[in-house]
């Protein structure tokens, strides 16, 4: 997409094996564990707090590699996100805190169960907790971020994503301002009681350790409600053809409104596809499940994922 002397562009991060942008923080926390001799095959049960992607790639990833996996999820996450975990073989724990925690300062239910169930019984659990595992950063350190440097060219001057643990914003935004300590670096924040899985609005809840290392690489927010997210949704199937997630949604609904005024190579990471969000769309009167039925069936940019 482009505007005059502005090109825009989103990286479909669903196009990795497990269809999110949390594979990368998975795969680099486990290899991590491993070198560090915390995880044993056939032994350790890894044991995740997570919103819905990072349990799917550490559940897909851990038993490809040869570990249990157990998940504590918040109940507000889609059914279709608890139904690929049990699918990919994981145990689900569920807990009633929103998508956005609010119980105290990065300690909400599904963090503090995970670590009590970790913490009980350290000889068997591993707990990689991506909200302050310094692999999540790394991933997209070297990963993630010189992907992006290299598919634009260098050109790249705007960079947004949402913030969950703080690995994507942080990871990618050091590379980058390393490059270039000129590059915008734009978080996306949602609304109070929000609908965007996976996101933080860090007014009512708390900054994970892993953002607040390197917050300061962070120069400015977009904000963006929950209409103005999934208001986009229908527009980008019909424009472009692509079915994105809500939160997907939520990053081009901030790169749309964002002023630029100067010419810009803009790039937003769209973290997953729609596929896991037919009942929330429906939900939220998006789409009809009929209609969503439809969208996937003729979709484009889909890509081959692991559990499907």
Known sequence: MSNNQIQYFAKLESHNPFGS?????????????????????????IIEPTSGNTGIALAGIASLLGYEVEIV??????????????????KIYETSDDLCPK???????????????????????????????????????????????????????????????????TGIGTYLKEKNPNIMIIGCQPQKDHLIQGWRNFEESAKPDL???????????????NQEAFSVVKEVFEKDGMLISPSSAAVYACMKKYKIDSQACVVGI??????????????QQIMSENEFDTALKNAKHLSNIAYL
């Open 21 to 45: 942008v949390k594979d990368r923080a998975a795969y680099w926390m486990i290899k991590d564990a491993e070198e560090k001799g915390r995880l044993k095959k056939n032994h350790t049960i």
């Open 103 to 169: 119980v105290g300062a990065g300690t909400d239910q599904s963090i503090a169960l995970a670590t009590s169930i970790a913490s009980s019984r350290p000889d068997k659990y591993y707990s990689p907790n991506q909200y302050s595992n310094e692999a999540n950063f790394l991933g997209h350190y070297r990963g993630t971020g010189p992907e992006i440097w290299k598919q634009t060219e260098g050109k790249i001057t705007h960079f947004f994503t949402g913030v969950g643990t703080g690995g994507t914003i």
């Open 211 to 225: 953002y607040l290392r390197r917050e300061k690489i962070v120069d400015d927010w977009a904000h963006v409600s």
């Open 270 to 283: 769209f973290a997953d596809d729609g596929r896991k969000f037919k009942s929330v769309y429906a939900k």
């Open 73 to 90: 999820i918040p109940e507000k996450a889609s059914e279709e996100t608890k139904k690929i975990i049990a699918k990919l073989g994981a």
